[in-house]
Structures are given as C-alpha cells and as structure tokens.
T-cell receptor
Framework: QQQVKQSPQSLIVQKGGISIINCAYE??????FPWYQQFPGKGPALLIA?????SEKKEGRFTISFNKSAKQFSLHIMDSQPGDSATYFC???????????FGQGTTLQVKP | EPEVTQTPSHQVTQMGQEVILRCVPI?????FYWYRQILGQKVEFLVS????????KSEIFDDQFSVERPDGSNFTLKIRSTKLEDSAMYFC??????????????FGSGTQLSVL
C-alpha cells in the first residue's frame, strides 16, 4: 500500500512534442505529490508538486494532472526539449514527514 | 541558490570496513534525511532526523547504520561494517520545515559507495 507505480519505464519524444508520465498510488493518506528530475550523476531536483485539493498545477512547460478518485497523477511536459532528457520520478508523502515514496522512474529522451 | 553538499562524491571500500558519508545541509533547514539509490532502481528512504534524533527509519536502516549531527552544519551517515549490497548512491536531503513551501526536499548530488 506504500507503493507508487510509475509508467512508462522509458520514453522517447521528438523535440516539440508532449511527454506524459503516469503514476498511481494506493495509500489514500498521501497528501503531497512531487515530481523530481534527475540528471546522470546528480541528485533528484524538485520540479513541481501538487496536493490533492487541486486537479491541475502548471509551472511553465510542466503540468501535473491529479485524479483523486482514480488515485492517479501525471506529469505533462509541453514543447519537450533535448535539455529535458533526464530521469523523472514521481513521489508521494503524507503528514509532511519528508519521507518520500518514489516511483520507479522514467527515462525520457527528447530527440532533436 | 543554497544547496546540499555531500562528500566524498565517490567512496570505494572493502567489505567489512566502516565508512562515513558526509553532508552539509542547507543552513536554515531543520529536517535531514538520507536516501539511497541502487543502480537502475528507485530512490529509497533510509532515515529522517530532526532535533538531534531519528524521527523515522526504514527497514533498510538496520543496526549497521547510524546518523549523527556532530556540529551545527554537518550531518553524517555511518555504515559500521559494509556489505556488498550496500553499494549504492547515497543522497542526503534537507528541508526547512513542515507544510507549504517548507515541505520541499532538497537533495545533494550524492556519494557513490562501492563495496568490494
């Protein structure tokens, strides 16, 4: 019940296209859902986060869509660029503890 | 922008040896964490630390592991007797406080530990 399932494992998108990564969770106590971006040899960096009281959050080219009833959330990267090529992790947390449960990660490659 | 600093970036050790991984969290942060990532796998929570004590630990964090904040700036992870399966990238993280913007967790660049 503590798992966060992420798909796809890898994704190839053409420059300018939309990248979509999906996550699903079981624990309804989760109340904070961040997305992290990780480049090789670096630590995860917070990209965008959402709480379950809103269905969508947008920051620049990055949008989180949240479906509370389905217990799913997704990251959309609009106008994908080669510089977006990285591994993306969804995560979940409850109670503000900072103990993040991460998904398995999605390796995104944006082709020029 | 302030960042979490980890040293060393790479650590090679022999099985059974003790290692200490070092971290300098962001200066006004109050909550500190260690996570690890085995090659090709997801990031996993190890331990959280607040007010000079462990607040939560995972089943991975057994008696071989310990954490310490020896002074006002450093946060360390000690593995007493390393095993082959301890080989992983270890990330230190910190955050300011709970709720709102303070919930943002900032990660260091990691220490790649290789146990031979």
């Amino acid at each position: 019940q503590q798992q966060v399932k992420q798909s796809p494992q890898s994704l190839i998108v053409q420059k300018g296209g939309i990248s979509i990564i999906n996550c699903a969770y079981e624990n309804t106590a989760f109340d904070y859902f961040p997305w992290y971006q990780q480049f090789p040899g670096k630590g995860p960096a917070l990209l965008i986060a959402i709480r379950p009281d809103v269905s969508e959050k947008k920051e620049g080219r990055f949008t989180i869509s949240f479906n509370k009833s389905a217990k799913q959330f997704s990251l959309h990267i609009m106008d994908s660029q080669p510089g977006d090529s990285a591994t993306y992790f969804c995560a979940a947390n409850h109670g503000g503890t900072g103990k993040l449960i991460f998904g398995q990660g999605t390796t995104l490659q944006v082709k020029p | 922008e302030p960042e979490v600093t980890q040293t060393p970036s790479h650590q090679v050790t022999q099985m059974g040896q003790e290692v200490i991984l070092r971290c300098v969290p962001i200066s006004n942060h109050l909550y500190f964490y260690w996570y690890r990532q085995i090659l090709g796998q997801k990031v996993e929570f190890l331990v959280s630390f607040y007010n000079n004590e462990i607040s939560e630990k995972s089943e991975i964090f057994d008696d071989q592991f310990s954490v310490e904040r020896p002074d006002g700036s450093n946060f360390t992870l000690k593995i007493r007797s390393t095993k082959l399966e301890d080989s992983a990238m270890y990330f230190c993280a910190s955050r300011k406080f709970t709720g709102g913007e303070g919930e943002k967790l900032f990660f260091g660049s990691g220490t790649q530990l290789s146990v031979l």
